[in-house]
């Protein structure tokens, strides 16, 4: 599987975000876009998952069914957790598995699978409590749980280390280890290093400070 | 289909939890109701004829309150963006949601509005009258809302230009619901065809309401 991103250009209010991208990212590997704040991370994120048009280029997943969907190979998780404060950590998590996920699943699996999700990322001994009595990490790791319960090959983070602790972001990043190793796609727009075993990085943002230099230099 | 049901079976389980909007919806239809033969005097006649009017005007109102919460608590807590990454089409997610208030708000206003009856001395002939327009009458409501509920979405307070968006659209749902419970309690075979055009609303405005919902809630994700 692959995704090719070219000449994109995305635009808004008018100013042109992103550019002329264009990059390739094959199945296992994971991409890191970092740049200053504006420097157009989120649109990017949101124009791949298909929230954003794009004034021209294209963006092609290959060796994605042609029947479906681009957004239905893609996972996003961005600033906010989706979660329903009234529902519990599982009800929560449920409700996304059946939503994003394939019913053909027998429902045996399908439950093996959201405890591992839980278990991944230690959220377990909280599945009956509702969602809105959790800390803000542990909601983001409710968040970030959904990754796990609908198997999609595209993972589109948004600082998905927003309030994760250390331990928290450690995990985090073996998950995405992992997913990378059995053949999965991530592009993941972040500050802090998250200390993946292998990840490519893109910075974005940087011909716009050129073009602010030129014009400051007379 | 299975993502159809599962939102809604989701929706509706929220609904019940957080019962708050049905409470607001039901506690505001009743006072509006019982204000009526306060400020119009003891004048039983009176309040017959125009008991229906009054029952119908106040359920649009009662049911404007809810509106705004058919996209606002997935919007603000991002699960709108996740929603629309299904195989759900946007406009069935739009679709699901505005079942899920005509359903939560729709079903019970309507079925509210005989025990607000007795306030208004309604004729007894006129209670299943009143009943079967409401059933049929309130989708329009839910769906057609849900298109002002979608445009409103990012506007803070945009609770009164909702109203201002959505009630010319409930005209014609309100004369045609009034028309066929006049036109039944005058003649038997005159509550068909108000009826019928009632129902029409409601049908053409379940297609066509997700659709224009649906291109709303993308320009919001803009």
Redesign the interface.
């Known amino acids: 599987m692959q995704l090719q991103i070219r000449d994109l250009v995305v635009a808004r209010a008018g100013r042109r975000i992103i550019e002329g991208l264009s990059f390739e990212l094959t199945s296992g590997e994971a991409l890191l876009l970092t740049g200053r704040n504006g420097a157009g991370k989120t649109t990017l994120i949101?124009t791949l998952?298909?929230?954003?048009?794009a004034q021209s280029g294209t963006i092609a997943l290959h060796g994605w069914d042609r029947d479906?969907d681009l957004?239905?190979a893609?996972?996003?998780v961005?600033?906010?957790?989706?979660?329903?404060?009234?529902?519990t950590v599982l009800?929560n998590l449920r409700?996304?598995q059946?939503?994003?996920g394939h019913?053909e699943q027998a429902a045996a699996a399908r439950d093996d699978r959201l405890w591992l999700a839980l278990d991944k990322f230690e959220i377990d001994p909280l599945a009956d409590i509702p969602a809105g009595y959790l800390s803000a990490g542990q909601k983001r790791r409710l968040g970030l749980a959904?990754l796990l319960v609908a198997e999609r090959p595209v993972w589109l983070l948004d600082e998905p280390t927003v309030s994760l602790d250390a331990r928290s972001t450690g995990l985090l990043a073996r998950l995405i280890d992992a997913h990378v190793a059995g053949g999965g796609l991530v592009v993941a727009a972040t500050h802090l290093p998250l200390g993946l075993i292998k990840s490519g990085e893109l910075r974005l943002g940087d011909e716009v400070k050129a073009a602010a230099a030129g014009r400051a230099a007379p | 289909m299975s993502g159809f049901l599962t939102l809604l079976k989701r929706d509706l389980l929220l609904a019940v939890r957080e019962g708050g909007a049905l409470g607001t919806a039901l506690g505001f239809y009743l006072i509006v109701v019982t204000l009526m033969p306060l400020g119009l005097g003891p004048d039983l006649n009176l309040l017959t004829r125009i008991a229906p009017g009054i029952l119908w005007v106040a359920l649009l109102l009662a049911a404007l309150l809810s509106l705004p919460r058919i996209f606002e608590a997935d919007h603000d807590d991002g699960s709108l963006d996740v929603l629309a990454l299904g195989a759900l089409p946007l406009e069935l997610v739009a679709a699901s949601k505005a079942f899920a208030h005509w359903i939560s708000t729709g079903i019970p206003l309507a079925l509210m509005a005989p025990i607000l009856g007795i306030l208004l001395n309604l004729e007894a002939r006129a209670y299943p009258l009143v009943i079967a327009t409401m059933l049929a009458g309130t989708p329009a409501i839910s769906f057609l809302g849900a298109i002002g509920a979608a445009l409103t979405l990012k506007t803070r307070r945009g609770g009164l230009l909702l109203a201002l968006l959505v009630l010319p659209f409930y005209v014609p749902t309100l004369i045609f619901g009034i028309t066929a419970i006049s036109s039944a309690l005058m003649s038997p075979q005159g509550f068909q065809a108000s009826f019928l055009i009632l129902s029409a609303i409601s049908l053409v405005s379940m297609v066509l309401g997700p659709v224009a919902a649906a291109a709303a809630l993308r320009q919001h994700m803009q």
């Open positions: 949101r998952a298909g929230y954003l048009e479906r957004r239905e893609c996972h996003y961005g600033h906010l957790d989706s979660n329903k404060a009234s529902l009800e409700f996304w059946a939503y994003l019913a959904r």
